[in-house]
């Protein structure tokens, strides 16, 4: 396992700076041991978990909903490490097993909490069929047995809980019970402020009667006692919301602070269509069987009515805040794992439909072989976002999972598809020969760090030079269905950051418009210190086009790459 592999690294090490920072290095303000922690520990490429803010001190990324519930077991592993001999740094082994263990513990809890407040409605196979769905069949089994410290593991555990005192509420109503709806709710706020839309939950959970709305309003304001149980609640919302309130008034002299900087929501242009059906990051692509939760609302609406305005309202809000976020593929993610909190509540439609499906054998055995098939796919995703290595986290394509799916290798090539939408099949034959450069004449390979491929010059790509000179093709010129660039590449250093590799790009133009653009990042398949011959091959557009332009971009990248013999050949 690398280090950004551990389970204090990346997002998880933001959630969690405010514990080292206020009870170890006691630097809630300056967290001037940042750099030197994440260089240690190496758990992120940079030191996102802080920012330099206009104050002169450095702000938390992120809220610290987390770091509060960490926090018991962060005291336990820094008592071990005191007396044993490892770190009293934060970040140490025994620190690491303790969020990890307090992890799957808190994954245990929700699953209790959520198959008892399941059974109050279906019967217990229905519910034992929905856990195994939901935990084996979906994204949900790598955020809480392996990324289980991100948010989404310990949320799904508060909405299990909030659904659990929801029912008891109702059924023996009281303000100790008030107020812990109400803490459960700032605490999930605390840990994203968007899940602040849980108060629906206890507020529409189980309307029954003729006039269901205007009861439970009653219920609530007609009374002294209902008018308490609503104080207290919002006691409970404001006691939680309160810390992160003033963490940023001490640390950044204002109440509030919009900590994501240039990050943010598109609320008139959300992202559903890429959200569900993506290959980058589609919900319904990588955890299908969520789709008989979508179903299963149908069967919620006829045989527990009581739960349907609740739990619709909430989906509807909460898919449409998630996929509003602008980087709505959540960056490192496997599937939406934004998504995965809300199965706590999805699981009530998912049961809905099983129940309703099992007195007809032919849907029983339709869901049950679905289920199944779900599973080793699901099981299959989470192995090789780990240990298998295809499954490329952020970069993921519709072209790239159908060539890989369900298989433990694939050719190099097919890496590719990450860039490209096709491949060429078989072998291609060469018609004709469009362009031939060998770079000896061309200035841009002055004073490359990178010893000339042939001869004595090749092009050379650098932080200095980021655009090679554009190479342009008459249309006239072009015959076949298919055209292939290839050239020999050389590094010394390899970039492994994908936004910063360099990319050959292949475009078809009329005039200044772009008809159709490829490309290839050519360090995907370059290995360090190595000269490689690489190729791309693109079909010619259907759509008119006047000229064909090749051409290198260094992306902003920073390692130096040498280009040579580049051919562009018409192939078919």
């Known amino acids: 396992m690398t280090k950004t592999e551990a389970t204090i690294s990346w997002d998880v090490s933001g959630y969690y700076f405010y514990l080292p920072a206020l009870l170890i290095y006691k630097d809630l303000r300056k967290v001037e041991f ?42 336990i592993a820094h008592s071990v490490a005191t007396f044993s001999g490892y770190p009293a740094d934060g970040f140490s082994r025994p620190y690491q097993m303790a969020i990890s263990f307090g992890s799957l513990l808190m994954a245990f809890l929700g699953l209790f909490y959520l198959r008892k407040s399941l059974l109050r409605y279906f019967s217990d196979t229905a519910t034992a069929l929905t856990l195994v769905l939901i935990v084996a069949a ?28 929801s029912i008891r509420f109702y059924e023996r109503p009281a303000s100790w019970r008030a107020w812990c709806i109400g803490a459960t709710v700032g605490l999930m706020a605390l840990t994203r402020p968007t899940e602040i839309i849980a108060i629906l939950i206890p507020l529409l959970w189980g309307l029954e009667g003729s006039n269901p709305l205007p009861e439970r309003l009653q219920f609530f304001l007609s009374n002294h006692r209902g008018l308490k149980f609503l104080l207290l609640a919002g006691l409970g919302v404001a006691i939680l919301g309160s810390i992160q309130l003033i963490y940023w008034k001490y640390v950044a002299g204002e109440w509030l602070v919009y900590s994501y900087q240039d990050q943010g929501f598109s609320w008139l242009r959300p992202h559903l269509w890429q959200g569900f059906f993506s290959g980058k990051g589609g919900w319904l692509i990588y955890s299908p069987t969520m789709i008989l939760s979508l179903v299963g609302f149908i069967a919620l609406w006829r045989k527990q009515r009581p739960l349907f305005p609740a739990i619709a309202i909430f989906t509807c809000l909460f898919i449409y805040i998630t996929f509003a976020w602008d980087i709505w593929w959540y960056g490192g993610s496997l599937g939406q794992r934004a998504m995965v909190q809300s199965y706590a509540v999805l699981a009530f439609p ?61 050719p190099e090539e097919t890496i590719k598809l990450l860039d490209t939408k096709e491949l060429y099949s078989g072998t291609p034959n060469i018609i004709k020969s469009l362009a031939y450069l060998d770079f000896e004449s061309d200035s841009l390979a002055h004073d490359c760090p990178i010893p000339p491929i042939e001869g004595d010059r090749s092009l050379c790509l650098s932080e200095d030079t980021q655009f090679s000179p554009p190479i342009h093709i008459p249309a006239s010129e072009i015959a076949t269905p298919w055209i292939r660039v290839e050239g020999d590449f050389r590094c010394q250093e390899k970039e492994w950051e994908y936004w910063l590799m360099a990319q050959l790009m292949v475009k078809f133009k009329k005039g200044d ?46 390692k130096p790459l040498a280009i040579d013999r580049l051919k562009v050949l018409a192939i078919e």
């Open 34 to 75: 940042r750099d030197s922690i994440v260089q240690q520990y190496e758990m992120s490429s940079g030191g996102y978990q802080a920012y330099d803010h206009e104050s002169g001190n450095r702000v938390m990324k992120y809220s610290a909903g987390m770091s509060l519930q960490y926090l018991p077991f962060f005291a």
């Open 138 to 165: 979906t994204n949900y089994l790598n955020y809480s047995a392996i990324d289980n410290a991100m948010t989404h593991n310990w949320l799904f555990t508060l909405y299990a809980l909030l659904i659990w005192q």
């Open 350 to 410: 998912m049961a809905a439909l099983i129940q309703s499906a099992w007195k007809q054998r032919a849907l029983k055995i339709g869901i049950i072989t679905f289920g199944l098939v779900c599973i080793y796919y699901n099981v299959w995703l989470t192995h090789q976002a780990h240990k298998g290595g295809l499954f490329v986290t952020e970069q993921m394509t519709l072209p790239y999972l159908k060539a890989i799916f369900l298989r433990s290798e694939v």
């Open 513 to 558: 418009e772009e008809i159709q653009t490829r490309f290839l990042r050519l360090f995907r398949l370059l290995p360090p210190n190595s000269t490689k011959t690489l190729f791309l091959d693109v079909p010619v557009p259907n759509k008119q086009y006047d000229q064909l332009e090749v051409q290198f971009w260094q992306s902003n990248g920073k």
